[in-house]
């Protein structure tokens, strides 16, 4: 009675526009923030499958070196001559590309 019925009729388009900037947020969410993330996920992943002996890296931890024995859950970096220390593997953050110890 106090309610027109034009009013109460388009209260589902108002509904539907009230929770477009919500949506309009979360798809900027997903392109800006989790999928980049993924991504940088899944290529860190790759390069540590493909890890070798000989291989130059830098660890989370700043450790420099070239590595010695890889093996399932840790690689083995020698950071100065005979000096050799284990880390886990997921701490190896970048490949160095070849020779860049010798620059040091």
Do not use: C
């Not at 860190?44 to 010695?68: N, P, R, S, Y």
């Not at 950071?79 to 040091?104: D, E, F, R």
């Amino acid at each position: 009675m106090l309610i027109s019925n034009a009013y109460a009729a388009s209260g589902t388009v108002n509904d539907v526009m009230g929770f477009l900037p919500m949506i309009v947020i979360f798809v900027l969410f997903y392109f800006m923030l989790i999928r980049p993330q993924m991504k940088q996920a899944k290529q860190h992943k790759l390069m540590l499958e493909a890890l070798k002996a000989g291989d130059e890296v830098a660890t989370t931890g700043g450790i420099v070196g070239k590595v010695t024995k890889v093996s399932e859950n840790f690689v083995s970096i020698e950071i100065a001559a005979s000096t050799v220390v284990n880390v886990q593997k997921h701490t190896v953050q970048t490949l160095l590309p070849p020779g860049t110890l010798k620059s040091i």
